[in-house]
């Protein structure tokens, strides 16, 4: 028991940290029907109150914009340990990267961004 309740009493790696500030930006800076685009999206409505959304695990780029089309917002992560974002969502959107805006930062290498076409 002792063993655990110490494990209760460490923090967040920061890429959760990162991730938590996000949803919580998401919570105060965006319109209360907003739909949030992200890789945890159970962690960002429990936070933010927001519906999101997980992008489609695919390498189909025409099925990746039609999820971007239908998000108000998208979190950009940085969670290694799954490197999805990375493999999946940033290759749809790196040849379109000046049609988003970044709207919130946070270390390491995590956003809320909005697409503007």
């Known amino acids: 028991i002792i063993k655990i309740a110490d ?16 949803a919580r930006w998401c919570k105060t800076h965006t319109e209360s029907d907003a739909k949030i685009m992200c890789r945890k999206p159970e962690f960002v409505w429990f936070i933010s109150g927001r519906k999101a959304f997980n992008y489609p695990l695919t390498t189909n780029k025409e099925k990746m914009w039609q999820a971007i089309r239908k ?3 998208i979190i950009i992560d940085n969670f ?23 709207l919130y930062a946070v270390r390491p290498s995590t956003f809320v961004i909005k697409y503007e076409p």
């Open 80 to 102: 290694k340990w799954t490197a999805t974002t990375y493999r999946y969502l940033l290759p749809a959107i790196k040849d379109s990267i000046k049609k988003f805006k970044v």
């Open 7 to 22: 494990e209760v009493k460490r923090p967040y790696p920061p890429d959760w940290e990162a991730y938590f500030a996000a």
């Open 71 to 73: 998000a108000d917002y």
